[in-house]
């Protein structure tokens, strides 16, 4: 064939950026695979101090029941130092929990295979590994780093696409050294496993990002809690019995206090479908002033996304005026200080749900 | 003015050139003007069979690379964050921790398959209850 010489000359041109485009993009998606294969090395060298030694006759008992609790954060009154002072070290424990991710972890399968090995405790701490369990080992210096933070450096905030790590893993492994620390014959060792879950809990509640991963912290604390008791007890060491029990008597009121605030902004039983799937919110502006009001007395950060995916929903279904006043406090959230409620509220102000997240986020009460 | 070599350098002037020399290079040059204009690198390139071979084996093997890692992963969450309720939706072991249930609202009257529901008067309710 014969062709002009410009001619030959662009298609070769064309020719030659094919072959870079195709071989650069192979190059990135390998550098990309490598980068998110491989798991972070391991964690910093970390010391963890010995609770302090706390006069007990100086131990307060929160009043979670009296009206002025109602100003409380949803934190622990008591110093959890305590019972189990978090360790030193500079890593950020969240760059190996995040590996479990479900699905788009790299060590997802690692995770699967792991809760596939658990046994029935002989107690009551439910699924457990093995006392030598490889992945149990292997997490046992990531708790004692000083921090767990997942967002938005590891998970970037996307509104309802925000992802999250597979919070069964850590709930696994705070059951384990509950039950493994309890099963010791030799009770300093068996407290330094229920501390171990206590600062696991301690750090998967440092983020105060997301409301299910302080509800497993706050688990873990309980499980770990639970194994110190019963060493105390065994022991006959009354003090550490007596702290422990205080602090086992916060749970209870923390995991009462989340679910209140949570009902406040639950839309689900004005939210229905119709035969074709398509939901219509039929809500008092009542229930929109409670909502604004207990939206307003919010401290901590976890319980802004709840208010912004509630206000997102009012802001697409509801009435007029209560599209107008979903939107002025997105508005108002969106130049918050605090750039993890703000972006998140920004992405509300102009992201509508589907029918698909309507059904996922607000299934009805009844079938909860 | 004319310029009179030194007579001291008269027996080193060049000599005069070949008398054949125009004729070589007339000759020469006759023979290039006949002959067909060389090809360009381009039109060389876009002749050459081992060149088409190696661009189309390129192409086919970085295709095949790219097929071989895999598709593009999906961008989107594998699970939900949150609302509370989508995040411990499909895990009994989550819902326990979390345990999403209201606590304010008993919702009488509330069934799953109707129509939007509304609480039964009260009145009516009192008397179904035998408690």
New interface residues.
């Given amino acids: 064939m014969t062709?002009q010489?410009s001619t030959?000359?662009t298609?070769?041109t064309a020719?030659l950026t094919?072959?870079v485009v195709?071989?650069g993009?192979?190059g990135a998606?390998?550098l990309v695979?490598w980068w998110s294969a491989e798991t972070p090395g391991p964690p910093p060298i970390a010391a963890v101090s010995q609770p302090g030694e706390g006069d007990v006759s100086e131990l307060e008992v929160p009043c979670w029941s009296c009206p002025s609790a109602k100003q409380w954060p949803v934190r622990f009154q008591t110093d959890l130092d305590l019972l189990a002072p978090l360790g030193d070290g500079a890593g950020n424990a969240a760059e190996w929990f995040s590996d479990f991710?479900?699905?788009?972890g790299p060590r997802a399968d690692e995770a699967t295979a792991m809760m596939d090995r658990r046994v029935e405790d002989e107690g009551d701490f439910?699924?457990i590994l093995a006392t030598d369990d490889e992945l149990l080992l292997e997490a046992e210096p990531w708790i004692d780093q000083a921090i767990m933070r997942f967002y938005p450096e590891i998970?970037p905030m996307?509104g309802?696409?925000?992802?999250?790590t597979n919070?069964?893993v850590p709930?696994t492994f705070a059951r384990s050294w509950a039950a493994r620390g309890v099963a010791m014959e030799d009770p300093h060792q068996g407290l330094e496993d229920c501390r171990r879950a206590i600062r696991l809990g301690r750090l998967l509640r440092q983020d105060d990002v997301?409301?299910?991963?302080d509800?497993?912290g706050?688990?873990c604390i309980h499980l770990g809690t639970r194994g110190v008791y019963r060493i105390a007890q065994r022991t006959g060491d009354l003090e550490l019995a007596l702290l422990a029990s205080v602090v086992l008597g916060e749970l209870a009121p923390q995991?009462?206090m989340t679910?209140?605030k949570?009902?406040?902004f639950?839309l689900?039983?004005y939210l229905?479908p119709d035969s074709s799937g398509k939901y219509s919110l039929?809500m008092p502006d009542t229930y929109l002033d409670a909502a604004i009001e207990t939206g307003k007395k919010l401290t901590e950060r976890r319980f802004f996304?709840?208010l912004i995916?509630t206000s997102n929903v009012i802001l697409n279904l509801g009435t007029s005026e209560q599209k107008e006043r979903a939107r002025e406090l997105l508005e108002r959230l969106a130049i918050k200080e605090d750039p993890i409620i703000a972006d998140f509220a920004q992405w509300a102000l102009v992201n509508p749900p589907t029918e698909e997240?309507l059904a996922?986020?607000?299934?009805?009460?009844?079938?909860? | 003015m004319t310029h009179r070599p030194d007579p001291l350098f008269e027996g080193l002037a060049p000599p005069d050139p070949s008398p054949e020399l125009r004729q070589r290079a007339l000759a020469v040059a006759r023979e290039a003007l006949g002959r067909a204009e060389s090809p360009?690198i381009?039109?060389r390139?876009?002749n050459s069979r081992p060149v088409q071979l190696g661009?189309a084996a390129?192409?086919g093997a970085?295709?095949f690379?790219?097929i071989v890692?895999g598709g593009v992963?999906?961008?989107?969450?594998?699970?939900?964050?949150?609302?509370?309720?989508?995040?411990?939706?499909a895990?009994s072991?989550?819902?326990e921790?979390?345990?999403?249930?209201?606590?304010?609202?008993s919702?009488p009257g509330?069934?799953?398959d109707g129509?939007?529901a509304s609480a039964k008067p009260v009145q009516k309710l009192e008397s179904e209850d035998r408690s």
Avoid: C
């Avoid at chain 1, 991710?101 to 788009?104: C, M, N, P």
């Avoid at chain 2, 992963?73 to 939706?89: Q, R």
């Fill in positions: 062709v010489p030959s000359r298609i070769i020719a094919i072959v195709l071989g993009l192979l998606r390998l695979r991710e479900k699905k788009l439910g699924m998970f996307e309802v696409e925000t992802r999250i919070l069964l709930l997301i409301i299910i991963n509800l497993v706050l688990a995991r009462f679910m209140e949570i009902s406040a639950d689900a039983p229905r039929a996304g709840e995916l997240e996922e986020s607000y299934p009805h009460p009844k079938l909860r | 360009d381009w039109t390139i876009w661009w390129s192409v970085l295709l690379g790219h890692i992963p999906p961008a989107e969450s594998a699970f939900p964050a949150m609302p509370l309720a989508a995040a411990t939706g895990n072991e989550l819902a921790v979390a345990d999403s249930g209201r606590l304010t609202v919702l509330w069934e799953v129509q939007r």
